[in-house]
Every structure is written in structure tokens, then in C-alpha cells.
């Protein structure tokens, strides 16, 4: 059924868009452009949630934008996963710019205004990417999106940034071009349709060779996912700013990939064309067994990192593979888990994050070494480091716990022994390399700094409060995981 409140789905892409119109406007204004920020990326959580609201099961909210060629258009519409996916684009996009400016200002950031507009453009592809219709749909937001970060990740303009943005712009330019691209074409060739369709598009006689090429093509060609070998675009755009990083690692960039994949494997193939594909190598578990490898290669990889934010990277490519895993085991938990980890992990990443760029710019400090004693001078913000950490490695009754208690219940269903002990390795990988920040910083003796402190909390408090708030929802990410997993429970298999 189609309601008039398709509406909604056009508003939530134009938000972002007349933000970034407004700033341009009034950029000079410093308070203007971030209070006209915040106050868009409220007005976004709102459209959301209601679409969130309306969702059911017989209710669908389409809207046209384009057509393109007969039977090729820009469209969009409402379901589960889109929307869990455009909760944490929303919730996350106010909270990242309350952080920024704090950010911004105790760094003496320049191009400020430029960075906001560029910032809003990003959560309008989000928004795109979400609610895509159909492939092409994704497609063009999905490559919008790559072409409005790269300014973001070179913001700093320094040789080492333009260096990092290249192989960020290249790197996922190859893939939807090189791969991403001709899979769409050949799925249409195939099925004469580019829908995410319940239950999938192909049909049950499919050739199966094809459905295996097919499956490569996507997983690989959504680099955004941090698939392995296409993943060194995440440490290399390192070089941005910490909000940027945020907004890469967090909040839209990285989730679109995990989510397309997720939502190409449950919308395009349909679990019962991949069941269909039998065991072994070749078959249904291929993409679970490339997602394993990445989890526990990104994992050794980044106990062997000293530098703080080369830490994160390497734990993000890691942590999304678990989503990729969990939608891969080809059932329901694994769904659930998979649409929760999009926001567990999005809420503890972006809490680290921030910590590690509040250090940055309140110390200037950048090295695992460098921490040492830290957390004696900054309890508060090493004290949220420690409880995201937790929640990583899924302490009971924080966020990750319930997320990582579907994926342990898809591969029980399953009956994956690797993906059983992969999990299990990974989560003492994590230990590994996450907690020893938090060690130097409470157990090991202060240095003092050289080097002048050009900002502190008293400065930029917005950055702590920004801090505090992600965390306050990691800690009670238990009074509205349910209203998420009703969501997720109207997915039709």
C-alpha cells in the first residue's frame, strides 16, 4: 500500500541539502553555520523517526525523483534495513557537528565553512543511499557520496592529505566503476530488473557460476565496505580531521558500504537463491568466508599500529566484516544482527574516535606511547573510552552485547564452526589492541608536554559533551534496542 507520506523520504534527502545551501549563505557567520547545522540535523532525527513510525508491514513509502530510461528510474522507498541505516546517519550527523565545533575552533581549522557544507552534502547521499529504490539509485548516491568526501578528507590541504584523498578517491572509484558497475549491468541482463525486491530478483535455476561471479563483483565493488584487499583507502584517509574520520569510520561513509552489501545479498540474491548455491568454497559462504578473513587480518594488523588513529582504522575494517558475516550466515538473527551492529558499532566507534581527537587537539599527542597517564588528567574522556571499548567486545547490557548476541545466535542456527571461532578470536584481538590505551593512560607514569597546549576542554567543551552524549547512549542502548529489533523483524526473508 502507498501512502501519501512517500513525502517524507524526499524531505529527509533535502534536508541536508538546504542546509548546506544555508551555510554557504552565511558561512562567515560561525555560530549561524553550526547552529543552522544542528538545528537540520534535528529536524532530520524527526523525519526519520517518522518514517520509522509509520513502517509496517503493509505499508511501503515510495517517491520518484527521475526517470531515466522506461523502466530506469531514481526512486526511493522505506524498509527495515534503510531505516536503521538512516537512524544513526541522523542521530549521529547533530552529535558529529557539536563535536566538530569544538574540533574545529580549539584547532584553529581552516576552511571551516567549506568543511560543513561538504559535511551536509555527504548526509544527504546518506540519506540517498538509504532509501534507494533500486540499484541505480544506490549507485549514484553511493559514487555522490565519494566524490563530496574527498574535499573532506582533503581538507587540510597538506601533501600528505592530497596524497590520502587520491587514494581514497581512487581506490573507491575502482571498485564501483571497475566492479560495482558491471554487476548492476549484468544483474539487469540477467533478471530485467534493478528493484530490491523482496525475496531477491534472480531466479531459482539461475546459473550458479553466475550467481558466485556476481556475488565477487558486488562484495568487492562496495569498497566503502573495507572488504580486504580494497580496504587501504581507511587508514590512508586518516590524514582528515577527527569529525571527518568520524563521519568515514561512523556515521555514513563505511555503513553505506556494509549496508549495500547487506541489503544486495537480502534484496537482489535472496537467502533462498543463495541456500540454493550449496556448501563449500564456492558457494553461499563465500562471502562469509572473505568477510572472516577480513576480521581476523584487520584484527592482528592493528595490534601491530602505534599511531592512535591508524588503531581505529584498521579496528573499523575489522568490526564491519561482522556485519558482512552476520547477513552471510543467511538467516534471520544474523539479519537482526547485523542491522543492530550498524548501530552499535557506529556508537562505539565514533566514541573513540572522538577521543582520540580530543586528545589531539588538547595535547597535541598522536602515539600509543604518548598517552601514558592521560587518563589521570582527562578521567572523563578515557573513562567513555573505556566503557566504548566494552561495549566492543560486548560487556552484557551495553550496546554491543546485543548485537553480538544475534550474530552468536545466527552462526548457532547456521551451524558455522568458522564463524563460531572467528568471533571468538576476534573479540580477544580486540581486547588486545583497544585496551592497552586505556592501560597507558590510567597505570603508566605522566611525561609532561613539551609542546604548548592550544586548546583544552574549557576551550572546546563541546567536544567532551559530544563525548558524553555517544557514550550516554551506548550505556542505555538497552531502553530502545527492542523498538530497533521491531523494525528489523519486518523484513521478509
Known amino acids: 500500500m502507498i501512502f501519501d507520506d512517500s513525502y517524507l523520504l524526499i524531505v529527509a534527502l533535502f534536508i541536508p541539502v538546504i542546509c548546506a545551501s544555508l551555510i554557504f549563505a552565511f558561512g562567515k557567520y560561525p555560530n549561524i553555520r553550526e547552529g543552522i547545522s544542528i538545528l537540520s540535523g534535528a529536524a532530520l532525527i524527526y523525519v526519520v523517526c517518522s518514517i520509522a513510525g509509520i513502517?509496517?508491514?503493509?505499508?511501503?513509502?515510495r517517491a520518484q525523483l527521475w526517470e531515466i530510461l522506461p523502466g530506469i528510474k531514481i526512486a526511493l522507498h522505506s524498509e527495515s534495513l534503510s531505516i536503521i541505516y538512516a537512524l544513526v546517519a541522523s542521530v549521529l550527523w547533530p552529535v558529529t557537528i557539536i563535536y566538530a565545533t569544538g574540533y574545529m575552533r580549539g584547532n584553529k581549522e581552516k576552511n571551516q565553512p567549506r568543511f560543513y557544507i561538504f559535511f551536509a552534502i555527504s548526509i544527504a547521499c546518506a540519506m540517498g543511499i538509504a532509501f534507494a529504490a533500486n540499484l541505480i539509485t544506490f549507485f549514484l548516491f553511493y559514487e555522490l557520496m565519494t566524490l563530496c568526501t574527498y574535499p573532506l578528507v582533503a581538507h587540510n590541504e597538506t601533501a600528505a592529505a592530497r596524497a590520502g584523498a587520491r587514494k581514497y578517491l581512487s581506490?573507491?572509484?575502482?571498485g564501483s566503476i571497475g566492479l560495482l558497475l558491471p554487476?548492476?549491468?549484468?544483474?539487469y541482463a540477467i533478471t530485467g530488473s534493478l528493484d530490491f525486491t523482496q525475496g531477491g530478483v534472480f531466479e531459482s535455476d539461475t546459473?550458479?557460476?553466475?550467481?558466485?561471479?556476481?556475488?565477487l563483483l558486488f562484495t568487492f565493488g562496495i569498497a566503502k565496505a573495507g572488504i580486504m584487499p580494497l580496504h587501504k583507502w581507511l587508514p590512508s584517509a586518516m590524514v582528515a580531521p577527527t569529525p571527518v574520520s568520524a563521519l568515514l569510520h561512523a556515521v555514513a561513509v563505511v555503513k553505506a558500504g556494509v549496508f549495500g552489501i547487506a541489503k544486495i545479498l537480502v534484496y537482489v540474491f535472496g537467502?533462498?537463491?543463495l541456500q540454493n548455491l550449496g556448501q563449500g568454497w564456492f558457494s553461499s559462504q563465500l562471502v562469509l568466508y572473505i568477510a572472516c578473513f577480513t576480521i581476523i587480518t584487520a584484527s592482528v594488523i592493528a595490534l601491530f599500529q602505534t599511531n592512535l588513529k591508524r588503531i581505529m582504522a584498521y579496528s573499523t575494517i575489522g568490526q564491519l566484516s561482522y556485519i558482512v558475516l552476520s547477513v552471510a550466515l543467511l538467516n534471520q538473527a544474523g539479519v537482526f544482527g547485523a542491522g543492530l551492529q550498524i548501530t552499535t558499532h557506529a556508537l562505539a566507534k565514533i566514541t573513540l574516535f572522538f577521543v582520540v581527537g580530543a586528545v589531539y587537539v588538547c595535547t597535541r599527542r598522536t602515539e600509543l606511547k604518548q598517552v601514558?597517564?592521560?587518563?589521570?588528567?582527562?578521567?572523563v574522556l578515557f573513562g567513555c573510552y573505556v566503557i566504548a571499548c566494552l561495549s566492543m567486545v560486548a560487556l552484557p547490557f551495553l550496546a554491543g552485547y546485543y548485537s553480538k548476541g544475534y550474530i552468536s545466535t545466527a552462526y548457532g542456527a547456521a551451524s558455522s564452526d568458522v564463524a563460531k571461532y572467528v568471533l571468538l578470536v576476534s573479540l580477544v584481538l580486540n581486547c588486545l589492541y583497544l585496551f592497552p590505551i586505556a592501560i597507558r593512560a590510567y597505570f603508566y607514569k605522566f611525561v609532561g608536554d613539551k609542546v604548548r597546549k592550544t586548546a583544552d576542554f574549557k576551550t572546546s567543551p563541546m567536544m567532551l559533551g559530544a563525548v558524553i552524549l555517544t557514550t550516554s547512549l551506548i550505556i542505555t542502548y538497552g531502553l530502545?534496542?527492542?523498538?530497533?529489533?521491531?523494525?528489523l523483524s519486518l523484513i521478509y526473508l
Open 171 to 174: 581506490t573507491l572509484m575502482l
Open 480 to 487: 530502545y534496542y527492542e523498538s530497533l529489533v521491531n523494525i
Open 271 to 273: 537467502f533462498d537463491s
Open 183 to 187: 554487476a548492476i549491468a549484468i544483474t
Open 372 to 379: 601514558n597517564g592521560l587518563g589521570r588528567k582527562y578521567p
Open 207 to 215: 546459473n550458479k557460476t553466475t550467481i558466485i561471479v556476481l556475488l
Open 55 to 61: 513502517h509496517d508491514e503493509s505499508t511501503t513509502l
